[in-house]
């Protein structure tokens, strides 16, 4: 019996939890194994029925679970209240909260949906397999900042700031998932200029002599967004921090050319997990039953491969996804000629029923 | 008489400054006006032959000249140098020194440079022209940093800090750049996270009350980076932090297929600039005539334009470019099947000629 905090949150984000909790019903009845859901509100949502974007209440129900599985917060209805009323401060509470030091993004290229990556067709079939493994709970993101007068004016500021322990952990998972990959790690800094990507590099280095079977690189990070887009073939795991990660994890994304698809784990140290979709909470498209399920999907199959040592079950669903979309089912977003067009239910079903 | 400080540098850079310069001496006689070239030694170089990217009386002669004319700085020799002696160093104190806070990075996409684009065909028919104006002397570049030990380990930090004044002014650059191209401006920014961005919002939000013939659209940095490969045409100005705008401009500059075109003019106050290609060093093709110069031809067209107010002289350059193109002439970086391969020298000869 496994505990789940699930977070729908807003916009398409129900409608692809709904998809994902289908499918895991049907892995516990063919793989015998239980669930037990726990739903929780977090984001718009939360902001418009309690006034915070999480309660306390709920972020300690949310530690007490093994995994939480989350569908997308936000939206333009609260963009413009006070930071710290932000849907987004749900998603960071929830990070720092869990612990959940280290954001494994993949970005794969399905053969099927090549036609939809924005690179040429000399680029793309070379083949795009990256992971990037971004620090989640540091840098600018949980550093020091604020707003005061200065020198009779307005400044602002955020402050990127990184410890030895904190660099060592999240090289670490990048260095063994890397192992288990194409052995080979691109740690992205910006180590010319910044005193916090000097300690990382040479953090990074120090921990590489652990993983000599790991072949290990350093680019700096303009120089990576440009070689994202030259030839992403060259990546296999990129190590970097939140900020850098937040960047360039979302342009990987882009050239495989399908944000519908792609699933992100969050994890800390004991196998606790946050489990969510790359994409974001498609307001315009939201209740119409369009949304691609497939992102969170993926994301559940993470959680049963990292929380909960299934490794069966989660090749189990993201292999019924390849077969429904060798099967040619397409909802709108990745949709192509000639190939059938479904809905977000439509494709969930078809996913469970391959399972 | 224009006095202009001339930095070759390191790698390819004299290379590409000889060809700059004979390309200024052509424009000298056919437009009637002299240049004084003041030769000085940055970077790397600097660092071999005094010890320092960059000496503090050359830093005063340059402060001194009207504009300044780089190659470009730095290499894989001097990188495992301390901070502070870095060649990068000369680029900031360079920078810092002249006061040059807006730096202009036009990306185009050249007709005939079309197939070197990463992109595919339906994405870049529909046209790239973008000019990134990056803050270039303020952020976490120039914030306070360092490392020391806290709570008993090390740890290291940069500050990303703006004022409302450095926001203010280079708002308006992007904003008067904008009236004179398509009148939309992006400001690129990560507002759901940091203070600083905020600040950034607010106070573009409040310039752009004097511009309402300009359309502004803000967008979040990790969404940029995704946009410029989905549909790079949507963009006309995009405004941003030095750090977002390094990361930004460098992927812009990708798309458009050829970083051997691009030019870069980092404007001050009073017509004050220093003017340099977007690419580096190319230390492993330096010193055999295989570098293209044109994005140090076209620097040198931008500084005749913005510092000199020559326009007919840098749209005659821009020209001369456009024709050698047009005639199939490529360096190797640009050659696709069916053009004439020419070297450095050659390259630089033909626009002279067209001029
Ligand atoms: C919504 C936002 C706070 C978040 C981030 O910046 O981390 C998102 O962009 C992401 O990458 O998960
Ligand atoms: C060389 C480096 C310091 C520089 C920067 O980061 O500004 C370069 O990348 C640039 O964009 O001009």
Redesign the interface.
């Known amino acids: 019996m496994h505990r789940i905090a699930v977070i729908p949150g807003d916009g398409i984000g129900p409608e692809v939890i709904e998809q994902a909790l289908l499918v895991l019903d049907k892995v516990s009845s063919k793989f015998g194994v239980k669930f037990e859901y726990i739903f929780l509100d977090a984001g718009g949502c939360a902001i418009d029925k309690y006034g915070v974007p999480i309660r306390e209440e709920d972020l300690e129900l949310v530690k007490k679970c093994e995994a939480t599985l989350l569908g997308a917060v936000?939206g333009p209805k609260w963009d413009n209240l006070p930071?710290n009323l932000?849907p987004?401060q749900a998603l960071?509470k929830l990070r720092g909260g869990l612990k959940v030091y280290a954001n494994l993004r993949p970005a794969v290229l399905y053969d099927e949906l090549k036609d939809s990556?924005?690179?040429?067709?000399e680029?793309v079939d070379k083949g795009i397999d990256i992971l990037v493994v971004r620090e989640l709970i540091g840098g600018?993101?949980f550093?020091p900042?604020?707003?005061e007068i200065?020198n009779g004016?307005?400044?602002?500021?955020?402050?990127?700031?990184?410890?030895?322990?904190e660099i060592e952990r999240i090289a670490r998972v990048a260095f063994e998932a890397a192992r288990k990959r194409r052995k080979k790690v691109t740690s992205v800094d910006?180590a010319?200029?910044?005193?916090?990507s000097?300690?990382?590099r040479e953090v990074v280095n120090r921990v590489a002599k652990n993983y000599p079977d790991v072949e290990l690189a350093h680019m700096y990070?303009?120089?990576a967004?440009?070689q994202l887009?030259?030839d992403p073939s060259q990546f296999d795991v990129i190590l970097t921090s939140n900020?850098?990660g937040?960047?360039?994890?979302?342009?990987a994304?882009?050239?495989v050319g399908s944000?519908g698809m792609l699933a992100s784990a969050s994890l800390g140290d004991n196998k606790i997990g946050l489990y969510e979709p790359i994409h974001g909470t498609a307001p315009d498209i939201a209740g119409q039953d369009l949304a691609n399920p497939i992102a969170t999907i993926l994301s559940a199959a993470m959680m049963l491969r990292y929380s909960f040592d299934m490794e069966d079950a989660a090749k189990a669903i993201e292999n019924a996804v390849k077969i429904a979309l060798k099967e040619g089912y397409r909802t709108r977003d990745i949709y192509t000629e000639n190939c059938k067009l479904v809905g977000t239910k439509q494709m969930g079903k078809i996913i469970c029923e391959n399972i």
């Open positions: 936000g930071g932000r987004e960071l990556s924005p690179l040429k067709k680029i600018m993101y550093g900042k604020g707003r200065r004016q307005e400044v602002a500021y955020d402050t990127e700031i990184y410890s030895v322990s910006k010319n200029i910044l005193e916090s000097r300690l990382w990070v303009d120089n967004s440009m887009v030259k900020m850098f937040d960047i360039l994890s979302d342009e994304s882009m050239i944000i």
